[in-house]
T-cell receptor, first 111, second 114 residues
């Protein structure tokens, strides 16, 4: 079945550091891929998405490229801020509407 | 994207009681779903709320425990029945609009069962 694997957290960085959160997936066919973010005490917000191979999703300085050859969708940001501290979830959507989530990665950014 | 409102946003519930969570969307949506996020965990789909018919439940979730209604294209409710401390979770309503492939989430309902 479909599955998503994320790197474990927490990821601890200083402000302005480079961020990578790894995400790989297993799926049949051509799933859509998503990154969602959950800020402390809040619900889930869509951060970015990609629907086909080689698509790059981007938002708020974050980027992720849909790599079919490596079945990956790694999240990157060139310079993190304290306000980026949150839990990040990688997810895929296959042929149904069901979202399959990774376990989430907590990011902590210190000034 | 659709604006999704959930009530209550937070509640503390007594063991053995039931609580109904409401989800209101500001526009008609094709699909509505209910997810659960247990403390420190990822999200798990409970069920798809079908308009005018019984919800479609995922493995491990049953209608007697989580009855769901969806009377129209903008509103759904999830009831958590006969609650125990293990039901302490965030319950999130989510929607898909039209033919789009993005699923949007509400702010969640944070339930603590004591």
């Amino acid at each position: 079945g479909n599955s998503v694997t994320q790197m474990e957290g927490p990821v601890t960085l200083s402000e302005e550091a480079f961020l990578t959160i790894n995400c790989t997936y297993t799926a049949t066919g051509y799933p859509s891929l998503f990154w969602y973010v959950q800020y402390p005490g809040e619900g889930l917000q869509l951060l970015l998405k990609a629907t086909k191979a080689d698509d790059k999703g981007s938002n708020k300085g974050f980027e992720a490229t849909y790599r079919k050859e490596t079945t990956s969708f790694h999240l990157e940001k060139g310079s993190v801020q304290v306000s980026d501290s949150a839990v990040y979830f990688c997810a895929l959507r296959g042929v149904t509407d069901k979202l399959i989530f990774g376990t989430g990665t907590r990011l902590q950014v210190f000034p | 994207s659709a604006v999704i409102s959930q009530k209550p946003s937070r509640d503390i519930c007594q063991r053995g009681t039931s609580l109904t969570i409401q989800c209101q969307v500001d526009s008609q949506v094709t699909m509505m779903f209910w997810y659960r996020q247990q403390p420190g965990q990822s999200l798990t789909l409970i069920a798809t709320a079908n308009q005018g018919s019984e919800a479609t439940y995922e493995s491990g979730f049953v209608i007697d425990k989580f009855p769901i209604s969806r009377p129209n294209l903008t509103f759904s409710t999830l009831t958590v029945s006969n609650m125990s401390p293990e039901d302490s979770s965030i319950y999130l309503c989510s929607v898909r609009q039209g033919g789009g492939n993005t699923i949007y989430f509400g702010e969640g309902s944070w339930l603590t069962v004591v």
